[in-house]
């Protein structure tokens, strides 16, 4: 919930412990952490940690998500155009990757279904978004930097006059007894 009411930290705690309180001491109970004596200790920092760390199943946060003034206060999120985003790795669960695989086989299905009888063929559905580690968006970033430089060096070529694949002769598919691609 964009960490609610962005404020500094203890002010920050101070008006989601007056707004959310049950639900965050029921939440830290359940975890066998006691609220009174966090407060008590002067242990907000920690608090705040275990609160903001709360998982989107808790108490708090469904709280939150039903608040109405609270939804009304947050500004509203801009979307990107394009694929939506992974999920968090958090959240990830093997039941929660069947599930998605399940979804995704359904696509596909459906897809095929709907191709044997239509007139004009739809394409394959994306697959659902899966989560994204640090490993994924560092080759990811390799793949782009990749490409990035064979672009550089075929603009580069091109510039210098050099011959590329599109001044390439065409093999004549008789003699090579390579069939073209349709």
Known sequence: MERALRPGGSVRLVALLQRYGEAIEADLADRQVDLAQLWSGRRWRRLLTLVDQLPGTSRTLVAMAEDEELAAALPEPEREPGPPP???????????????????????????????????????????????????????????????HLKAQLTAAAAEGRPSMASAPVADPARTGVRPRK
């Open 86 to 148: 992974p999920p968090p790795l958090r959240t990830w669960t093997p039941e929660v990757e069947r599930l998605t695989l399940i979804a995704d086989r359904l696509n596909e299905l459906i897809t095929a279904v709907h191709n044997t009888v239509a007139k004009r063929p739809a394409r394959s559905p994306r697959p659902l978004p899966r989560p994204e580690t640090a490993r994924d968006r560092v080759r990811r970033h390799q793949r782009r930097a990749k490409y990035e």
